[in-house]
């Protein structure tokens, strides 16, 4: 499907016809508009449809487009301000430092004199993508149509999550408070930075940041040149990566080199907070112990997960998918460390979804994408390591932390600690009840009535009975009131 679109796009582009059928693709999206490179890098995110290679491919897609004009820009930014540019910016270099599918950016310094970096969006373009969303859910409906089997892979919720995240980028207000997020999360963390965010000069369709300064981060000679040892670099871009995915569920979705610096204090040092993506606690640890598992080459534990975590149908076979796990990863996991590629792994693991009616996960699918770009990045940076053992420590002691003996006695306290917190309002709920029977806003079926007043021949009528309309009365207050 995805090599007779290349060729359809290429006859109405200017694309050269030669590489491979995803560098074709790429150039045809490229040439294509904004609308198309964000699909490009959507598709980038399906190997599961599309195969290694051509997602490969498409995750190097790179957001360089022509520039719009500078008056354009500077339109923009007083449009979205209500005030000159030169009230707001001391100076503004008309030159933009990057154009990317979405937006520019250009550098600037404040009106008190620091060194920003000031990101606008293009003219037209939130329009633009509204029609090609429309028709993106128009041709994601026609498949599901045409293709009843194919709903598992849930392409009208692929479209969906893309529009979200568009809806998001469309918004630099939503990028600055994830960057405002991010920045938290690592606050006090020397090993990585993030740029402080000029909240008196952000809005929706202008960000203005801190300027970063550093060397991109897989520019190995120029890093050793300025004293940085690139082992270290990765060890501590590793850790970040960790840090976002496990730590904190909160993770920057779009880290090609383009984003990432080695600052001059060897921090490393991330801009464009538009991607993001977020992982629940019992996903990250359902993760974890996946990768875990893999590790530890311990294929019976990493098929257990995905049923534990309801990825595949119960009825599927565990001894089936275990062998399936083992033929995908022995032959990754054989490699020189170096070449050990956990991002492919999860790959071809999404490649067998249709055997064991496996359900997609949009959300691991993103990751899988990250982890694709993150790797490429490391093995340049420094051919001989692999990103995911230098994590390796870290990721066993949040795994035990989280899932040990002591976690799950955290665990059951706190589920305690809930229910004691809820007593308090249960009471509260049952006297609101009470009242609203006492003043006929309940009303109770006669024959429990007369059950009630008849009992056991006591007058008392029956406990078990007094308890069931008790626990009625209950529920029904909770009902009302949660």
């Given at each position: 499907?995805?090599?007779?679109?290349?060729?359809?796009?290429?006859?109405?582009?200017?694309?050269?016809?030669?590489?491979?059928?995803?560098?074709?693709?790429?150039?045809?999206?490229?040439?294509?508009?904004?609308?198309?490179?964000?699909?490009?890098?959507?598709?980038?995110?399906?190997?599961?449809?599309?195969?290694?290679?051509?997602?490969?491919?498409?995750?190097?897609?790179?957001?360089?487009?022509?520039?719009?004009?500078?008056?354009?820009?500077?339109?923009?930014?007083?449009?979205?301000?209500?005030?000159?540019?030169?009230?707001?910016?001391?100076?503004?270099?008309?030159?933009?430092?990057?154009?990317?599918?979405?937006?520019?950016?250009?550098?600037?310094?404040?009106?008190e004199g620091r060194e920003v970096a000031v990101k606008i969006l293009r003219p037209g373009i939130e329009a633009a993508f509204h029609r090609d969303l429309e028709l993106m859910r128009w041709v994601a409906g026609l498949i599901v149509r045409a293709k009843p089997e194919l709903r598992r892979l849930k392409p009208l919720e692929c479209v969906d999550a893309f529009a979200e995240t568009v809806e998001l980028e469309m918004d630099l207000?939503?990028?600055?408070?994830?960057?405002?997020?991010?920045?938290?999360?690592?606050?006090?963390?020397?090993?990585?930075?993030?740029?402080?965010?000029?909240?008196?000069?952000?809005?929706?369709?202008?960000?203005?940041?801190?300027?970063?300064?550093?060397?991109?981060?897989?520019?190995?000679?120029?890093?050793?040149?300025?004293?940085?040892?690139?082992?270290?670099?990765?060890?501590?871009?590793?850790?970040?990566?960790?840090?976002?995915?496990?730590?904190?569920?909160?993770?920057?979705?779009?880290?090609?080199?383009?984003?990432?610096?080695?600052?001059?204090?060897?921090?490393?040092?991330?801009?464009?907070?538009?991607?993001?993506?977020?992982?629940?606690?019992?996903?990250?640890?359902?993760?974890?112990?996946?990768?875990?598992?893999?590790?530890?080459?311990?294929?019976?534990?990493?098929?257990?997960?995905?049923?534990?975590?309801?990825?595949?149908?119960?009825?599927?076979?565990?001894?089936?998918?275990?062998?399936?796990?083992?033929?995908?990863?022995?032959?990754?996991?054989?490699?020189?460390?170096?070449?050990?590629?956990?991002?492919?792994?999860?790959?071809?693991?999404?490649?067998?979804?249709?055997?064991?009616?496996?359900?997609?996960?949009?959300?691991?699918?993103?990751?899988?994408?990250?982890?694709?770009?993150?790797?490429?990045?490391?093995?340049?940076?420094?051919?001989?390591?692999?990103?995911?053992?230098?994590?390796?420590?870290?990721?066993?002691?949040?795994?035990?932390?989280?899932?040990?003996?002591?976690?799950?006695?955290?665990?059951?306290?706190?589920?305690?600690?809930?229910?004691?917190?809820?007593?308090?309002?249960?009471?509260?709920?049952?006297?609101?009840?009470?009242?609203?029977?006492?003043?006929?806003?309940?009303?109770?079926?006669?024959?429990?009535?007369?059950?009630?007043?008849?009992?056991?021949?006591?007058?008392?009528?029956?406990?078990?009975?007094?308890?069931?309309?008790?626990?009625?009365?209950?529920?029904?207050?909770?009902?009302?009131?949660?």
């Open positions: 499907m995805a090599v007779t679109l290349s060729r359809l796009l290429a006859v109405f582009s200017k694309a050269e016809t030669s590489g491979r059928p995803g560098q074709r693709l790429a150039r045809a999206l490229n040439e294509a508009g904004p609308s198309f490179i964000k699909l490009g890098q959507a598709m980038a995110t399906r190997s599961d449809l599309l195969g290694e290679e051509m997602s490969t491919d498409l995750a190097d897609l790179q957001d360089k487009l022509p520039s719009f004009p500078t008056d354009a820009a500077r339109a923009i930014i007083e449009e979205e301000f209500g005030r000159p540019v030169d009230s707001l910016y001391a100076s503004f270099d008309d030159a933009p430092v990057a154009a990317a599918s979405i937006a520019q950016v250009h550098f600037a310094v404040t009106t207000r939503f990028e600055a408070a994830a960057a405002a997020e991010i920045a938290e999360n690592f606050a006090g963390d020397p090993d990585f930075r993030v740029p402080q965010v000029d909240w008196t000069r952000t809005g929706r369709r202008v960000m203005t940041t801190e300027r970063l300064s550093g060397i991109p981060l897989d520019e190995r000679d120029a890093q050793i040149n300025a004293g940085h040892d690139p082992e270290m670099v990765l060890q501590k871009a590793s850790n970040a990566s960790f840090r976002q995915v496990f730590r904190d569920g909160f993770f920057h979705a779009d880290v090609h080199p383009g984003n990432l610096f080695v600052l001059e204090s060897g921090a490393i040092g991330a801009v464009d907070f538009g991607i993001m993506g977020r992982l629940d606690l019992k996903t990250r640890r359902w993760l974890g112990g996946l990768l875990v598992a893999f590790l530890n080459r311990d294929f019976r534990r990493a098929s257990e997960i995905h049923f534990e975590a309801g990825w595949i149908p119960s009825h599927r076979s565990v001894d089936a998918f275990t062998q399936a796990c083992r033929s995908i990863a022995e032959p990754i996991l054989d490699r020189p460390q170096n070449e050990i590629s956990i991002a492919r792994l999860l790959g071809q693991l999404f490649q067998i979804t249709e055997t064991f009616q496996m359900e997609v996960q949009p959300q691991l699918l993103l990751l899988q994408k990250t982890m694709l770009v993150a790797e490429g990045t490391g093995r340049r940076l420094v051919p001989e390591a692999n990103m995911w053992f230098l994590a390796r420590p870290l990721i066993e002691e949040w795994m035990i932390e989280n899932l040990g003996p002591e976690a799950r006695i955290r665990d059951g306290i706190g589920n305690l600690a809930n229910a004691v917190d809820q007593i308090p309002r249960i009471f509260k709920d049952i006297e609101v009840t009470a009242a609203m029977l006492s003043q006929g806003q309940i009303k109770l079926h006669p024959e429990t009535v007369a059950a009630l007043k008849q009992g056991n021949g006591s007058g008392r009528g029956s406990p078990v009975l007094w308890l069931t309309v008790a626990a009625a009365l209950v529920v029904a207050a909770i009902f009302k009131f949660i």
